[in-house]
């Protein structure tokens, strides 16, 4: 019965910046660690970070490391991705997802959001 809502995606050019969000319901926010994954067309769905309890993003994909960051505001039940300098390889929908504690096993996905980067 968790319910993930995302948005914020959209089309950005080239070292643009974009902030997604992820409203969590259903369950207490603190019940599951938090993870953002993407996928591009036709390629397999890849991690991208995770974000913990406490608010803070671990384990980035060596792809966006430096250039984005997972957080949380527990107060509003929400989990963000601020994404940086995004290129053009950037491009793919977003998801966030609940996590099974310690791991990266999603309980629950987000319906994901749409990340364009123009070149």
């Known amino acids: 019965q968790v319910q993930l809502v995302e948005s914020g995606g959209g089309l950005v050019q080239v070292g643009g910046s974009l902030r997604l969000s992820c409203i969590v319901s259903?369950?207490?926010?603190?019940?599951?660690?938090m993870g953002w994954f993407r996928q591009a067309p036709g390629k397999e769905r890849e991690f991208v970070a995770t974000v913990t309890w406490s608010g803070g993003g671990t384990n980035y994909a060596d792809s966006v490391k430096g250039r984005f960051t997972g957080s949380r505001d527990k107060a509003k039940n929400t989990v963000y991705l601020q994404m940086n300098s995004l290129k053009p390889e950037d491009t793919a929908v977003y998801y966030c997802?609940?996590?099974?504690?310690?791991?990266?096993?999603?309980?629950?996905w987000g319906q994901g959001t749409q990340v364009t980067v123009s070149s």
């Open positions: 997802a609940a996590l099974v504690g310690g791991t990266l096993t999603v309980h629950y």
């Open positions: 259903g369950r207490t926010f603190r019940s599951y660690d």
